[in-house]
């Protein structure tokens, strides 16, 4: 079992920086490929960003490449998220997510993250 909790959220402004972090209680965390996911109001889920369980593998949805870095550190149990460049269409609950039986991908699908946090909030004013 892995609890996952998001920190970090708020309101900003376009141009402005956020790092959202995402703190896990299990043992075996570093096992886990984790993900970052958002989902805007009547809007889909959507994949944001992606690592491995060693942070050696990353991968990333368009929109946020060159303005995102996901990165974790496996000693404390703990993945961030540093939003750089903030826009509008950024605005969205951003939700962490844990995926045990691949821990050597970086999936872009929801339903293969098992664990989920209760997201964060962060809205960027135009």
């Known amino acids: 079992q892995v609890q996952l909790v998001e920190s970090g959220g708020g309101l900003v402004q376009v141009g402005d920086s956020l790092r959202l972090s995402c703190a896990a209680t299990?043992?075996?965390?570093?096992?886990?490929?984790m993900g970052w996911f958002r989902q805007a109001p009547g809007k889909e889920r959507e994949f944001v960003a992606a690592?491995?369980?060693?942070?050696?593998?990353?991968d990333y949805q368009d929109s946020v490449k060159g303005r995102f870095t996901i990165s974790r550190d496996v000693a404390k149990n703990t993945m961030f998220l540093q939003m750089n460049s903030l826009r509008p269409e950024d605005t969205a609950v951003y939700y962490c997510?844990?995926?045990?039986?691949?821990?050597?991908?970086?999936?872009?699908?929801?339903?293969?993250?098992?664990?989920w946090g209760q997201g964060t909030q962060v809205t960027v004013s135009a």
């Open positions: 997510a844990a995926d045990r039986t691949s821990p050597w991908g970086t999936s872009k699908r929801a339903d293969e993250y098992e664990y």
């Open positions: 690592i491995d369980w060693r942070g050696g593998r990353t």
């Open positions: 299990a043992r075996t965390y570093g096992t886990y490929a």
